[in-house]
């Protein structure tokens, strides 16, 4: 939002590289939440949002990828999406109703990531709910395929990349002024 306020003309960059929510053997590390709150805020903007995934985009993180501004949604070669059910937070010795309220909301939020899938990717709701019961590991190549990014930034696209302000571009537009030496 503050780069909206600097410049609502300028595109924002977003790099991702997260596993969203949960760690790579399954433990829940997040809420669904934190991925929507970023997603929410994304929504706001006036500015164009060029989305890249430089590692891996799993769960919430692959949504933020997929919410990009159509046409600048990009993935590195060799990068990683994945979707997948949201999973219930560890419920320990918690009581049975207790359980039942969390996987209740846990069906929620999979249903919201359904659905915003959908929007974004193109494609159907049936179509994501079905890839979504294991998860759906995709390379750039799969991602552009169904509808996650526009692009795959193999080398050559220098032209592409040439939209992308300097570091040096980066600090005058923030107002950060750099003393000589420094």
Known sequence: ???????????????????GTTRDDGETVG????????????????????TVAVGAAIGQACLLLSAGTKGKRFMMPHAKAMIQQPRVPSS???????VLIRAKEVVINRDTLV??????????IE???????????MDANRAKEFGVIDKILWRGQ????????????????AGIKVMDGF
């Open 158 to 173: 220098e032209k592409v990349m040439a939209e992308v302000a300097s570091p040096e571009e980066w600090d005058k537009n």
């Open 127 to 137: 179509a994501v709910a079905e890839v979504m019961r294991r998860p759906f590991y």
């Open 1 to 19: 939002m503050y780069l909206q306020w600097m410049d609502p003309k300028q595109p924002i960059y977003l790099y991702i590289n997260s596993t």
């Open 31 to 50: 809420m669904e939440t934190e991925g929507f709150a970023i997603y929410d805020a994304l929504m706001q903007l006036q500015n164009e949002i060029h």
């Open 92 to 98: 320990g010795l918690m009581p049975a109703s207790d």
């Open 115 to 124: 659905e915003l899938l959908a929007k974004h990717t193109g494609n159907s």
